[in-house]
């Protein structure tokens, strides 16, 4: 079974495809609460060769190098070590897979390093090319952007990518423990301006005090259940598709045999006229 999750419709921008506050609402309340019990590490790969063939949907984390890529992915797990983290940017230079249970989480290599070769950069370019090609396997990406700071140049390249190849994300801050409510407030509101993003579709976290975590669980759960409607409906497609196309076989096998027959029937009349 294949996952899709895409908005044919919009852009990428928006977690929930533009929908409106009101229908935003009705599926928060449908949709049951999300819990993840024993996440744990599945592999790394190094080149798009690598990647799994997933059997479950997968949301993807990416941002920046030190933007907190491995505290955001222990926060959701409930664990402090499952995602490795450094004190030294650019040490995540392969995809790195975690079963989350209903999903694969999949932590990118960060960008932007500057001490990084720039041919290390280009082959992680390309893994990331690679990666997100795949989309029916891709059901949304977390465009992970520091609350403390302005979007960078490498940050906005990211969001235009995403724009353009309609991959559906959400923009989550981090380290929003950092700051106080009021100056997180106002920085959500800035980031949201510079990015070009309406602030409703950005959410706040921050690790230390599971800021913004039980919201960022209430959007998984809502992917995911769009992605089960999405298979349901495909399955449906298909079983439709392959009863039409067996219905039109033998339909014409009908056809083939009605031909015979009346072949055959006509050749005994002439032989009998010749008789």
Same mark, same amino acid.
Request: proline share 2%; glycine share 8%.
């Given at each position: 079974?294949?996952?899709? /999750?895409?908005?044919?419709?919009?852009?990428?921008?928006?977690?929930?495809?533009?929908?409106?506050?009101?229908?935003?609402?009705?599926? %928060?309340?449908?949709?049951?609460?999300?819990?993840?019990?024993?996440?744990?590490?599945?592999?790394?790969?190094?080149?798009?060769?690598?990647?799994?063939?997933?059997?479950?949907?997968?949301?993807?984390?990416?941002?920046?190098?030190?933007?907190?890529?491995?505290?955001?992915?222990?926060?959701?797990?409930?664990?402090? %070590?499952?995602?490795?983290?450094?004190?030294?940017?650019?040490?995540?230079?392969?995809?790195?897979?975690?079963?989350?249970?209903?999903?694969?989480?999949?932590?990118?290599?960060? /960008?932007?390093?500057?001490?990084?070769?720039?041919?290390?950069?280009?082959?992680?370019?390309?893994?990331?090319?690679?990666?997100?090609?795949?989309? %029916?396997?891709?059901?949304?990406?977390?465009?992970?952007?520091?609350?403390?700071?302005?979007?960078?140049?490498?940050?906005?390249?990211?969001?235009?990518?995403?724009? /353009?190849?309609?991959?559906?994300?959400?923009?989550?801050?981090?380290?929003?423990?950092?700051?106080?409510?009021?100056?997180?407030?106002?920085?959500?509101? %800035?980031?949201?301006?510079?990015?070009?993003?309406?602030?409703?579709?950005?959410?706040?976290?921050?690790?230390?005090?599971?800021?913004?975590?039980?919201?960022?669980?209430?959007?998984?759960?809502?992917?995911?259940?769009?992605?089960?409607?999405?298979?349901?409906?495909?399955?449906?497609?298909?079983?439709?598709?392959?009863?039409?196309?067996?219905?039109?076989?033998?339909?014409?096998?009908?056809?083939?045999?009605?031909?015979?027959?009346?072949?055959?029937?006509?050749?005994?009349?002439?032989?009998?006229?010749?008789?």
């Amino acid at each position: 079974m294949e996952y899709l /999750y895409k908005n044919k419709t919009a852009g990428a921008n928006g977690a929930n495809g533009e929908k409106s506050g009101a229908e935003q609402e009705k599926m %928060r309340k449908k949709t049951p609460s999300l819990v993840i019990k024993n996440a744990k590490f599945v592999t790394s790969a190094a080149t798009s060769a690598q990647f799994i063939k997933a059997d479950k949907p997968m949301i993807a984390v990416c941002g920046k190098s030190n933007v907190g890529k491995s505290t955001f992915i222990n926060m959701l797990a409930g664990q402090k %070590r499952l995602a490795k983290t450094s004190a030294a940017p650019g040490r995540t230079r392969l995809v790195n897979y975690f079963d989350f249970g209903e999903f694969y989480l999949v932590d990118l290599p960060g /960008y932007g390093y500057a001490e990084v070769s720039k041919a290390e950069k280009a082959k992680w370019a390309k893994t990331l090319d690679k990666f997100f090609e795949n989309k %029916r396997e891709l059901a949304h990406v977390c465009l992970l952007l520091d609350s403390r700071h302005d979007p960078t140049a490498d940050d906005l390249q990211m969001l235009n990518y995403l724009n /353009y190849h309609v991959v559906p994300f959400t923009a989550v801050l981090t380290k929003g423990d950092k700051l106080s409510k009021m100056k997180l407030k106002e920085q959500k509101i %800035r980031i949201a301006a510079k990015a070009g993003l309406a602030a409703g579709n950005i959410i706040a976290t921050g690790a230390e005090k599971n800021i913004g975590k039980a919201e960022i669980l209430e959007k998984i759960a809502e992917i995911l259940a769009l992605a089960r409607e999405t298979n349901a409906a495909e399955a449906h497609t298909d079983e439709e598709n392959e009863k039409g196309n067996n219905d039109t076989t033998a339909n014409g096998n009908g056809a083939a045999d009605g031909n015979a027959a009346a072949a055959a029937a006509n050749g005994n009349e002439i032989a009998g006229k010749e008789e």
